[in-house]
């Protein structure tokens, strides 16, 4: 028999957060166990964003319905016949299918006694590395959290944007990480031309591509940019779930998917597939989320060309610890040589 058990957990901050919707402190995750006959426990995490719908109190309002799903097929293995069921379930709330989905797959590939990634058979050695994120700030802090993150081996950056100060900001990070790899992620704050002039500028500095310059509910806005950006431009909030993905194939040149917007691993996968399909680049993306979730993700790296698996990273403390990022290294390969199975995601206690 599957036992099953939650938790919502607060999770503070290194430093405050903004992008251009807002500042958080800390992150509200809901924590998931799994545990078969044995003791052997999966984990999971939900790290809902209310952008989505989704708060902590709306994961923990459907998870008892969820973990019966898992509770009465009672095989962690069976993860198409429990994914289908738990969309019966619950069709919305992606986050909260998300933290049952993970930990499943955790405990599947903790009974086989191998990391997930090579329960799926992937090449370690694809994994690109995941960029870190530098929130706004002030101009003169932003260089400051630059220079702090160029010193702990971080080479690929994420500068968030969307102020009257932009161009000023990403001169501050060029200067600062005058190697780095540097993107950059408007989080829909710009208007089409705006967006337009912006990549025209921004291009001198060498930043590799633009994230969500215009608002998802633009979507031509959206295709107007891309047809005249001097830069790659990559959708988030415009790619949420499957259908998506087609729907922007004319209008981006890079999708960005997140675990906690899709619904769980299975269906991220079908998502890299059909962005692989129409041509498109795939980068994964995250929340700011416990080890717990984030893990997971780390596995679907060889799938990808970007990575944006920072989300524990900018953690104060989390109790969990999950597959090790080297600077801007995952290190898949790692698990194995410590020994370690499933996600990876343990307990640090």
Avoid at 177 to 203: F, H, K, S
Avoid at 247 to 259: E, G, H, P, Y
Wanted: with cysteine; aromatic share 4%.
């Amino acid at each position: 028999m599957l036992s099953t058990e939650f938790e919502r957990v607060t999770l503070p901050l290194a430093d405050a957060f903004t992008i251009s919707r807002g500042t958080q402190t800390t992150a509200e995750n809901v924590v998931v166990r799994i545990t078969d006959d044995d003791g052997t426990t999966g984990v999971g995490a939900a790290a809902p964003s209310a952008h989505y719908g989704e708060t902590a109190a709306t994961v923990e309002a459907v998870l008892p319905d969820l973990l019966a799903v898992v509770e009465s097929v009672d095989d962690p293995h069976a993860i198409a016949a429990i994914e289908r069921k738990l969309r019966g379930v619950v069709e919305d709330n992606p986050a909260a299918r998300t933290a049952v989905d993970v930990a499943l797959h955790d405990l599947a590939a903790k009974r086989l006694d191998v990391p997930l990634y090579r329960q799926w058979g992937l090449d370690p050695d694809q994994t690109p590395k995941t960029s870190f994120t530098i929130g706004l700030d002030e101009t003169d802090r932003m260089r400051e959290k630059t220079r702090a993150a160029v010193d702990d081996g971080y080479d690929v950056l994420k500068i968030k944007l969307g102020t009257d100060r932009d161009e000023e900001i990403v001169a501050a990070v060029r200067e600062e990480a005058p190697e780095a790899r540097i993107r950059v992620d408007a989080n829909e704050a710009w208007t089409p031309r705006e967006a337009v002039g912006m990549t025209d500028r921004l291009a001198s500095y060498g930043v590799e591509f633009v994230e969500q310059p215009v608002p998802a509910s633009d979507p031509e806005g959206l295709r107007f940019v891309y047809e005249r950006s001097a830069l790659p431009i990559a959708a988030d909030e415009s790619c949420v779930t499957l259908p998506d993905v087609p729907a922007v194939a004319d209008r981006t040149d890079i999708v960005n998917l997140k675990l906690m917007k899709c619904g769980g691993l299975p269906e991220a996968r079908r998502m890299i597939a059909a962005a692989r399909a129409h041509g498109l680049e795939v980068m994964l993306g995250c929340m700011i989320e416990t080890n717990a979730a984030i893990a997971a993700a780390c596995h679907l790296a060889p799938l990808l060309d970007y990575a944006d698996l920072d989300g524990a990273l900018l953690l104060d403390d989390d109790e969990y610890a999950g597959v090790p990022i080297d600077g801007s290294e995952i290190r898949l390969d790692a698990l194995a040589d410590r020994g370690l199975t499933g996600t990876g995601a343990r307990r640090t206690e």
